[in-house]
C-alpha cells in the first residue's frame, strides 16, 4: 500500500470520527475501509442507551460496504479518542471487530490504528487476532 493511500485512509477515519454518536461514552471512533474493487467506506460509533446495541465505527464501516455488495476489505484506518480534536491514544480494534474483519479480510490485511496522517501504528489483522475463527473452519 502506498503512503499516499494510507493518508487518505487515515484522513477519512478522523472526518468519520467527527459524527460519532457518542452520548454516553465521549470517546469518538471512525474508520474508513477499503475495499478490493477500490472504494472507500467509513464509520462512526453509534451508541444508544441500552449499551449493549452500541455499534463500533470499524463494524459500521465494514457493514455499509458490505451491505453495498462489497465482500473483500483491502485495508481499514480507525482513529479514536475522548470527543475532542487531538488524539493521545491508538485505538485498537475491539474483539468483535477483528473478528468482522476477519470473515471479509485475509490474514495479511493492513489495519492502521491512527493518532494522525503522520502519526499511525501499522499491523496486519493476522497479528492482531492470530489463529482466528473463520468459515473455513466450518467446512
Ligand atoms: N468503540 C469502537 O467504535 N471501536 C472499537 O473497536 C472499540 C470501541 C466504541 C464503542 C463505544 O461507543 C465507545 O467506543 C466506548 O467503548
Known amino acids: ?3 499516499e493511500e494510507k493518508r487518505k485512509l487515515i484522513r477519512a477515519a478522523l472526518e468519520a470520527r467527527e459524527r460519532a454518536y457518542i ?3 465521549g470517546y469518538a471512533v471512525g474508520a474508513a475501509v477499503l475495499m478490493e474493487s477500490g472504494k472507500m467506506y467509513t464509520g462512526c460509533n453509534i451508541e444508544n442507551a441500552s449499551y449493549g446495541a452500541t455499534n463500533c465505527a470499524e463494524r459500521t464501516a465494514i457493514f455499509k460496504a458490505v451491505s453495498e455488495g462489497e465482500r473483500k476489505c483491502a485495508a481499514i484506518a480507525i482513529a479514536g ?6 488524539l493521545t491514544d491508538y485505538a485498537h480494534p ?9 470473515e471479509f ?9 491512527a493518532k494522525s496522517e503522520d502519526d499511525y501504528r501499522e499491523y496486519t489483522l493476522d497479528g492482531l487476532l492470530p489463529c482466528g475463527f473463520g468459515g ?3 467446512v
Open 1 to 3: 500500500m502506498q503512503e
Open 105 to 113: 479480510g485475509e490474514k495479511d490485511m493492513p489495519v492502521l490504528v
Open 23 to 25: 452520548p454516553y461514552s
Open 81 to 86: 479518542g475522548r470527543a475532542g480534536s487531538v
Open 94 to 102: 475491539c474483539g468483535i471487530c477483528r473478528q468482522v474483519m476477519r
Open 136 to 138: 473455513e473452519n466450518l
